[in-house]
């Protein structure tokens, strides 16, 4: 078994103190820790990252992020008639006029609604950002643009969603989604 640094002593100590064993056990005694007499050479707790050269390798997995939806899922066929602007919607979602909350409500219920229908391609229409204006703040327009993955990755309906690309010109361009459903199992 290997040993324990002070370090990791005084930190096991704080999560041992803040638990309460099962019936029946205890917890495990642990070596007292060394005593210091000046608090300048007191142990900082720190959570310092793995060192490069691979001596004492954490064994601390990354924290998981929810699965984004627009995963390249789709094959070749897929893509080239979305670049083409060859395949037409089945259900149109138009979020103009609305604002942040409210495009956020009407996304989920037509969302719901199209995947419900059995619709395969949503073409979502967030509008085109502003040009350079110098009367607005950068940040006035394309708020609900740059929403719109997050929303639908942490939303009801991200496990439905296959893709998402980029809207050919003749379907909004710059100014509209696709949205392309997984096929009901």
């Known amino acids: 078994m290997a040993r324990l640094s002070p370090e990791d002593i005084a930190l096991w100590r ?9 019936k029946g056990r205890r917890l495990p005694a642990l070596p007292a820790l060394p005593i210091r007499t000046d608090p300048a050479e007191a142990l900082p707790l720190s959570f310092a990252p793995a060192k490069p050269n691979g ?17 390249n899922t789709l094959d070749g066929g897929w893509d080239k008639r979305l670049a083409k602007g ?4 089945d259900r149109t979602i138009d979020l103009h006029g609305h604002n942040l909350h409210g495009a956020h409500a ?7 609604e199209a995947i419900r229908q059995g619709a395969r391609l949503v073409l979502l229409i967030t509008g085109r950002p502003a040009r350079d204006n110098p009367r607005l703040p950068p940040t006035t327009r394309g ?7 997050d929303w639908i990755a942490a939303g009801p309906w991200g496990s439905h969603i296959a893709a998402i690309r980029a809207a050919h010109p003749r379907h909004g361009g710059s100014g509209a989604l696709y949205l392309v459903v997984r096929r009901a199992k």
């Open 14 to 22: 704080k999560v041992a103190d803040s638990v309460t064993p099962m």
């Open 55 to 71: 001596a004492g390798k954490a064994n601390v997995k990354p924290p998981l992020a929810p699965p984004r939806p627009h995963a």
């Open 86 to 89: 060859s395949v037409a919607p």
């Open 106 to 112: 009407l996304l989920d219920h037509a969302l719901g």
């Open 143 to 149: 708020v609900i643009r740059a929403s719109v993955v």
